[in-house]
């Protein structure tokens, strides 16, 4: 069955950097666009960034473009997620989908909390 495990959430300073991944298994991987999302408490889920499947073309929200940056490993199967210049906003729980044969997956998250 599809399955998507984020990892390397943590605790960050203002102005640090931390690399999500999302490592996916059954599905093929390298046919589907791959997704962040990001949730905070009381709020609905946020979109951060996608990425296409065969050409890899992404998009950002205006709140993370220039700072984030998502790319993709089909050999690995996994997707990345960049983070650059943290600021204390970008505190949620992130998420990575993708919707296959017109379902949407979502792994379990990972927590980023970015603090002084």
């Known amino acids: 069955q599809v399955q998507l495990v984020e990892s390397g959430g943590g605790l960050v300073q203002p102005g640090g950097s931390l690399r999500l991944s999302c490592a996916a298994s059954g599905f093929a991987f390298s046919s589907y666009a791959m997704r962040w999302y990001r949730q905070t408490p009381g709020k609905e889920r946020e979109y951060v960034a996608h990425?296409?499947?065969?050409?890899?073309?992404?998009n950002y929200a205006d709140s993370v473009k220039g700072r984030f940056t998502i790319s993709r490993d089909n050999a690995k199967k996994t997707v990345y997620l960049q983070m650059n210049n943290l600021k204390p906003e970008d505190t949620a729980v992130y998420y990575c989908?993708?919707?296959?044969?017109?379902?949407?997956?979502w792994g379990q998250g990972t927590q980023v909390t970015v603090s002084s």
């Open positions: 989908g993708a919707r296959v044969n017109v379902r949407d997956y």
């Open positions: 990425i296409t499947s065969t050409l890899g073309t992404t």
